[in-house]
């Protein structure tokens, strides 16, 4: 008899839990266009907890019910961000999320004189042995690294970005670079507000994405940020970025966490210039 009120008792807690849940799914769209927008960044702030659309602009997300009073901010580059209280998107169904367009100012682009030279600026170095995988394996989100880059000839025409794939097993797989601005050492807003998306074909060794048709002009240090966009989920945990001792690299968890520094190593990353 205990037995069986034990396993009824047990059947009911879990029935209860999986009710708590706040199952969110979803499409991200240009509020001009009706495009679908794809990875946009999904979650709330400090919490470590989001997810990204896929390259459809869909999107699904549990909440445990304790996060029914937070709001979900909905980030896409070349958008305003928009944030929406998690008991309003309940609420609707279908649920369609709109982002408007930022209003983009010229970048105003500065001539030198002097002969340019083509210039590596990032860490070039790599160590065998030192690696991480850019993704968590119980999670949608998105797991960014970002290295820190100093500028000392200004400005610099940033032509191609380079990192190293320590290990794969993907003929091809799509990557973000992101650039921020240094905020007292640590990654801040976003520098370039272009989405750099590229699908390349991979294997072990440097890999390089081509960013000549981006006209980036940066006349300040930065921070060069590199995420990896899974197009499977048996694909999330199938590449290792490589990397050195000596130096640090920040992390960031989820779309919207907080950046961690970890000491000691840095990625191997680094962009061409023409300063």
Not at 65 to 71: E, G, N, P, S, V
Not at 90 to 114: D, G, N, R, W
Not at 209 to 224: A, G, Q, S, V
Request: hydrophobic residues 40%; positive net charge; without cysteine.
């Amino acid at each position: 008899m205990k037995a069986i009120l034990f396993a009824l008792l047990s059947v009911f807690t879990l029935t209860l839990a999986q009710a708590q849940d706040i199952n969110l799914s979803g499409t991200v769209k240009a509020e001009a266009s009706g495009q679908n927008l794809s990875y946009v960044n999904i979650g709330i702030r400090k919490k470590n907890i989001g997810t990204a659309s896929d390259e459809q602009g869909r999107f699904i997300l549990k909440l445990p019910q304790q996060h029914l009073q937070d709001t979900l901010t909905f980030s896409a580059i070349g958008y305003q961000q928009l944030s929406v209280p998690v008991r309003e998107l309940v609420k609707k169904k279908p649920l369609q999320i709109k982002l408007s367009e930022k209003t983009m100012a010229l970048q105003e682009v500065v001539v030198k004189s002097h002969k340019m030279k083509i210039r590596k600026l990032g860490v070039t170095g790599r160590l065998p042995g030192v690696w991480g995988v850019p993704d968590k394996k119980e999670s949608k989100d998105v797991f960014e690294f970002a290295n820190f880059i100093e500028v000392k000839n200004k400005p610099a025409e940033v032509l191609s970005a380079h990192f190293y794939l320590a290990s794969t097993v993907l003929d091809s797989a799509i990557f973000r670079i992101n650039f921020y601005k240094n905020n007292s050492g640590s990654p801040g807003e976003r520098l370039v507000e272009k989405n750099i998306i590229q699908k390349v074909s991979t294997k072990d060794g440097w890999l390089t994405l081509d960013l000549t048709k981006y006209d980036l002009y940066l006349t300040e240090d930065f921070f060069i940020g590199v995420e990896y966009l899974p197009e499977q989920d048996e694909h999330r945990q199938a590449i290792a970025l490589g990397g050195k001792i000596g130096g640090s690299v920040f992390s960031k968890q989820s779309s919207f966490g907080e950046w961690k520094k970890i000491s000691g190593v840095s990625l191997s990353s680094y962009v061409t210039a023409r300063q």
